[in-house]
């Protein structure tokens, strides 16, 4: 039956084209039969001997077993993913060919569009940009097919989508058979659309659906008879550093009769070593629903005791409604905690006191005061100015987009610990004050998440792992000749440069590519359409804005002056006032300087979270108000890395205390006189690894 439907979609097809086509002549007519008895011919063969190809056999002969299936799907995913990418490359290429075109008379072009398109005529001389685009697209529609057969889908494949693509080359075949100048001003913008919606197709697909495969997964996990494995992220132990994709799929090893159902921890959330399911509470969660999904999924023990410092009691009673009584196996990364965070605890009593003294509701009162919302409108004004004369191609505009939008991430650093306000909808708007700096949906996974919860921790934290190609922070990276220059202070500059060109573009298109970072932390919520879309929409954006608009509003040198130098300011401005709070010798101890530490300390301190939090922090110039603005709030790291949900205008206030209780229990608590020192401190360590251990 559904072979014979796939025959329909040939000939629904073959009308459809030839109907929107209109024009079409004889070779073209022939040459689109050819392609649809090639795809049908190949779906049939693949049928009739699914033993060829081994995931097709696996899919035939409903085997769901084990690590083959894993493996299978791994392999599929992998093909899936390298589609997807070449789609991107191949209909942004085709786009590009395009926007190249231009029929006005009289020689409208721009001198660099101009230019492109004479060296695309020159390179390929039977073809204009136009008809080149076309045959970009069209060729590669035709490849994928090919390519889906074989790698990515079982057949028969979907209906609609042999239907849309193969309409899709029968429309563009006839457009390359008409003289696109005849007909610029009704066949261009359709064919643009299109390309921005292929470019975009992955994104939107992604989406379609999730309400119902999160439904679908959210199945008991206490079936009788069902035997639960997992495999948890990991990474390398050994100096080499080397990543690993994450593999944290929990899959079912026994199948049930008339369905094959793979089961996995990604819909609840772990705390404690305990599983919940709140996937009811989502909606209801006072901080917003981004706040509580961030945690899906992983062991979010820490976001919760760190966002909740004043009000366990009350987070431990509604939790206990959604436990989840299947057993599922312990995380082979985490064990849970065999008593409470005894310094934690104290130092939440001790702040909540002092900020009671200050006036502040430690609840209703965590969000930024009225001064510092007014900050946060000025530097916004700024931020749209700059961009202004960016956009006009001025280098001077350039150079203040890349200083605004440094101090526009205090708004986005502060929203994205949803400590703006206790409005969550601000929150969720606030991060995206962190679009010149780095991706906001990125930023959420790797940084709110992944560099709070395990600060430091090289098997964890993506931020030891921004800079290991040019710069070693860390004894176990292993050691490359690339890193003797980390002793010149140039060198160092020169890398640190790079760091926005990296946070805002570079990772986050390994992040879509892989659906990890660094093969540490998942991007979990890449099936949410809206989600998926900011992440993809940021991405080209800030390519657009940043670093290809200035080739269109001024010469190319002034044009690579622009965009070198804005990535340079704010590039330094992130990495000087960041990375100088953890990369340091004395934030990044070895075992045998931590058992050191622990020998003569209180028991009820040893694996505190708070205190790892206050041991891999460090402050800097911590009464000074000049460096709390140009460093937008970092001078006060460990405080913020205590309370992440507290606005950073309130950190001053609890600075004293949180100081005095790290003196009480022997807490290493660093801070230094100037920004200098803490720098200093930094490149001592990173000479200290340039040299082969």
Not at 183 to 189: E, G, P, R, V, Y
Not at 208 to 232: E, F, H, Y
Not at 484 to 503: E, P
Not at 573 to 602: C, G, P
Request: proline share 4%.
């Amino acid at each position: 039956m559904r072979s014979r439907s796939i025959r329909l979609v040939d000939i629904a097809y073959l009308g459809v084209g030839v109907g929107a086509a209109g024009l079409l002549r004889a070779q073209e007519l022939v040459l689109m039969t050819c392609i649809c008895l090639v795809n049908h011919g190949l779906s049939s063969f693949m049928r009739a001997h699914p033993q060829l190809v081994q995931h097709y056999a696996l899919f035939q002969t409903k085997d769901h077993s084990g690590k083959k299936v894993s493996a299978v799907l791994a392999a599929r995913d992998s093909n899936m993913k390298i589609r997807e990418v070449l789609g991107l490359v191949f209909f942004s290429l085709s786009l590009f060919c395009l926007e190249c075109y231009d029929n006005r008379s009289g020689g409208g072009e721009g001198a660099n569009k101009a230019s492109i398109s004479s060296l695309i005529t020159f390179i390929v001389p039977q073809q204009t940009p136009a008809s080149l685009s076309l045959l970009v697209a069209m060729g590669f529609l035709i490849f994928d097919h090919i390519y889906a057969v074989f790698f990515c889908e079982p057949p028969p494949r979907n209906a609609w989508v042999v239907l849309e693509d193969l309409v899709t080359m029968s429309v563009l075949l006839s457009a390359l058979s008409t003289p696109l100048s005849s007909s610029s001003s009704s066949l261009t913008i359709p064919i643009r659309l299109w390309l921005a919606y292929k470019i975009m197709r992955p994104t939107i697909l992604s989406g379609m659906g999730s309400k119902k495969q999160l439904k679908r997964q959210r199945i008991n996990l206490s079936i009788r008879g069902i035997t639960v494995s997992s495999d948890a992220p990991t990474k390398s132990n050994d100096n080499t550093g080397s990543k690993t994709l994450l593999s944290d799929q929990v899959m079912m090893t026994k199948a049930i009769p008339s369905a094959s159902l793979f089961l996995d921890r990604t819909m609840l959330w772990e705390i404690d070593g305990i599983y919940y399911d709140l996937m009811e509470f989502v909606n209801q969660h006072p901080g917003g629903k981004e706040a509580l999904l961030l945690g899906q999924g992983r062991d979010c023990t820490a976001l919760v005791e760190s966002y909740h410092p004043f009000s366990k009691s009350k987070v431990r009673q509604v939790l206990g409604k959604y436990r989840h009584t299947s057993p599922l196996e312990q995380p082979k990364h985490q064990t849970p905690q065999e008593q409470a965070d005894f310094f934690y605890d104290l130092l939440c009593q001790r702040v909540a006191k002092v900020l009671k003294e200050k006036r502040i509701d430690p609840i209703s009162g965590r969000g930024a005061t009225c001064g510092r919302l007014f900050y946060y409108s000025l530097i916004g004004t700024g931020v749209f100015v700059s961009a202004y004369y960016h956009a006009k191609g001025s280098v001077f505009g350039s150079f203040s987009l890349g200083a605004f939008g440094w101090l526009i991430g205090a708004l986005g650093h502060d929203a994205g610990h949803f400590s703006c306000s206790r409005h969550a909808w601000i929150n969720d708007i606030g991060v995206w004050g962190m679009t010149l700096l780095c991706n906001p949906i990125v930023w959420q996974h790797q940084h709110t998440y992944a560099h709070h919860s395990f600060t430091n921790d090289f098997d964890h934290d993506p931020d030891i792992h921004h800079f290991d190609n040019m710069i070693r922070v860390h004894r176990r990276f292993k050691h490359s000749p690339l890193f003797r220059y980390q002793t010149n202070f140039f060198f160092v500059v020169f890398a640190y440069a790079f760091v926005v060109f990296g946070t805002c573009f570079w990772i986050p298109l390994g992040v879509i590519r892989e659906g990890s970072l660094y093969g540490l932390v998942e991007w979990t919520d890449r099936k949410r359409p809206m989600r998926a879309a900011g992440m993809f929409l940021h991405l080209a954006c800030y390519f657009l804005f940043i670093m290809v608009l200035p080739f269109w509003t001024m010469s190319w040198y002034w044009a690579l002056t622009a965009v070198v130098v804005h990535l340079a300011t704010s590039g330094l401005s992130f990495a000087f006032f960041s990375q100088i709070n953890h990369i340091n010798e004395a934030s990044l101890v070895d075992d045998s300087t931590r058992v050191a530490r622990e020998a003569n300390r209180d028991p009820r301190l040893l694996k505190s979270w708070a205190v790892e939090q206050v041991e891999t922090s460090n402050n800097f110039c911590t009464n000074s108000f000049a460096w709390h603005i140009i460093s937008n709030g970092l001078n006060l790291q460990i405080e913020h890395h205590l309370f992440p949900g507290l606005n950073h205008c309130h950190l001053h206030h609890i600075a004293p205390v949180v100081q005095a209780t790290c003196k009480e229990f022997g807490v290493c608590y660093k801070t230094y006189d100037g920004w200098t020192d803490i720098f200093a401190a930094t490149l001592a360590w990173l000479d200290k690894l340039a040299e082969s251990e």
